[in-house]
């Protein structure tokens, strides 16, 4: 049991490049999430996925689209990479069915750099 | 958007002695919870709280649902060097995701 994994673990880009984070959970949750963390901001939501075919925007979307590829999976997508978007990218999962959280599991990270 | 207020910021401590630290938010939340995050790693849950006035314990950890259900606290008893890390509480209200306060990073020193 593996819990919640993320894929890759440090990415360095160039602005302007694209890439794709994944995340997988073998927890059988139904809502999935994404959050970016940078110094002395806390953890801020990007996406979620309340349940599978689903997605809504959390705080911070602009820049990103994610696809909920099926229920274990749930990726994000950078478009055209910004220095801003510097950052370390968690991924979470629970079990709640609504859009609320409850008890959220996080992996262990993607740190991105992005020059 | 929602905020939580947490304090404080950081702390030095010396190993063994007790640790309070506290969440606010000018709003009401139904669910409270405290996690760790150790360096270079994802936030784990320690304490999860889903009523008023609850208080719940986790070896040296105890959180409290405060009775206006806009704060939460957090005290670890006789801190050992494994304590360090940053703290972060999250509230909930209704189906909305959660809200994270900013952390509060701990050091101990031996």
């Known amino acids: 049991n593996a819990g919640v994994t993320q894929t890759p673990k440090f990415q360095v880009l160039k602005t302007g490049q694209s890439m794709t984070l994944q995340c997988a959970q073998d927890?059988?949750?139904?809502?999935m999430y994404w959050y970016r963390q940078d110094p002395g901001m806390g953890l801020r939501l990007i996406y979620y996925?309340?349940?599978?075919?689903?997605?809504d925007k959390g705080e911070v979307p602009n820049g990103y689209n994610v696809s909920r590829l099926n229920k274990r999976e749930f990726s994000l997508r950078l478009e055209s990479a910004a220095p801003s978007q510097t950052s370390v990218y968690f991924c979470?999962?629970?079990?709640?069915?609504?859009?609320?959280?409850?008890?959220?599991?996080f992996g262990p990270g993607t740190r991105l750099t992005v020059l | 958007g929602q905020q939580l207020n947490q304090s404080p910021q950081s702390m030095f401590i010396q190993e063994g002695e007790d640790v309070s630290m506290n969440c606010t938010s000018s709003?009401?939340?139904?669910?409270w919870l405290w996690y760790k995050q150790d360096p270079g790693e994802g936030p784990v849950l320690l304490i999860a709280l889903y009523k008023a006035g609850e208080l719940t314990s986790n070896g040296r950890l105890t959180a409290q649902f405060g009775i206006t259900r806009k704060d939460s606290f957090l005290n670890i008893s006789a801190s050992i060097p494994s304590d360090v890390g940053i703290y972060f509480c999250?509230?909930?209200?209704?189906?909305?995701?959660?809200?994270f306060g900013k952390g509060t990073r701990l050091s101990v020193i031996a």
């Open positions: 996925s309340a349940s599978e075919g689903t997605t």
């Open positions: 709003s009401i939340f139904n669910t």
């Open positions: 999250a509230g909930q209200r209704g189906n909305t995701p959660l809200v």
């Open positions: 927890m059988n949750h139904n809502s």
């Open positions: 979470a999962s629970s079990e709640r069915t609504s859009g609320g959280a409850g008890e959220q599991f």
